[in-house]
């Protein structure tokens, strides 16, 4: 296969993801834009969390939340549980991999909070235990996921399940459903026009 039939293999196959996760997760979408801004409104924290490229969609997002997407506007609380190398490397040490994220969710997560979980496989024991933890303190849930969602489908309070075995495709989607639901989120805190100022 050529160069330039392998770019277009790659684009077709993000096209193909993309106009089925818009016709089939336009419900799901529109109920994490909710659960997202009632959290917010609520005075709660997005808690984001993954592996691998997952941990870096994590990390991209509260970003977004904490400084800023399309428009001028307050803060919003968010945290990445992936980025603090000393804490995460002190509890893989002393308690385990798999603890990572369920440490900082006990230490941190209050009941009113969403933590969402970016996940391609839903397999990740480190992201199932996150979301027991976060049950047990009445946080809400949320996963990310593709390849029919794995375990951690039914450990959350609402799963999207991008309908696709690609890891690459699951993550382009993950992230650009997470640009539409926090633009949907400032729009209704600001306004619909970008770059406004609150």
């Given at each position: 296969?050529?160069?330039?039939?392998?770019?277009?293999?790659?684009?077709?196959?993000?096209?193909?993801?993309?106009?089925?996760?818009?016709?089939?997760?336009?419900?799901?979408?529109?109920?994490?834009?909710?659960?997202?801004?009632?959290?917010?409104?609520?005075?709660?924290?997005?808690?984001?969390?993954?592996?691998?490229?997952?941990?870096?969609?994590?990390?991209?997002?509260?970003?977004?939340?904490?400084?800023?997407?399309?428009?001028?506007?307050?803060?919003?609380?968010?945290?990445?549980?992936?980025?603090?190398?000393?804490?995460?490397?002190?509890?893989?040490?002393?308690?385990?991999?798999?603890?990572?994220?369920?440490?900082?969710?006990?230490?941190?997560?209050?009941?009113?909070?969403?933590?969402?979980?970016?996940?391609?496989?839903?397999?990740s024991e480190n992201l199932?235990?996150?979301?027991?933890?976060?049950?047990?303190?009445?946080?809400?849930?949320?996963?990310?996921?593709?390849k029919g969602g794995g375990?951690?489908?039914?450990?959350?309070?609402?799963?999207?399940?991008?309908?696709?075995?690609?890891?690459?495709?699951?993550?382009?989607?993950?992230?650009?459903?997470?640009?539409?639901?926090?633009?949907?989120?400032?729009?209704?805190?600001?306004?619909?026009?970008?770059?406004?100022?609150?």
């Amino acid at each position: 296969m050529t160069t330039r039939a392998s770019v277009l293999r790659h684009f077709a196959e993000h096209a193909a993801v993309v106009e089925r996760v818009s016709t089939e997760l336009l419900d799901p979408i529109s109920e994490l834009s909710e659960l997202v801004l009632n959290t917010v409104r609520a005075g709660g924290t997005l808690l984001f969390c993954g592996n691998g490229g997952s941990a870096a969609d994590a990390q991209h997002l509260a970003a977004e939340y904490v400084v800023r997407f399309a428009r001028e506007r307050r803060p919003i609380a968010a945290i990445a549980l992936t980025t603090d190398t000393s804490l995460l490397t002190a509890a893989a040490n002393d308690h385990g991999y798999d603890t990572i994220f369920e440490r900082q969710i006990m230490a941190l997560g209050r009941a009113g909070d969403l933590l969402v979980l970016h996940s391609t496989s839903g397999e990740s024991e480190n992201l199932m235990r996150a979301a027991i933890s976060a049950r047990a303190k009445g946080i809400a849930t949320v996963a990310l996921l593709a390849k029919g969602g794995g375990r951690l489908r039914a450990e959350v309070d609402l799963a999207l399940v991008i309908p696709t075995d690609s890891t690459a495709r699951a993550q382009e989607v993950h992230l650009t459903i997470g640009h539409i639901v926090c633009d949907l989120v400032e729009a209704a805190i600001v306004g619909s026009n970008p770059e406004t100022t609150t």
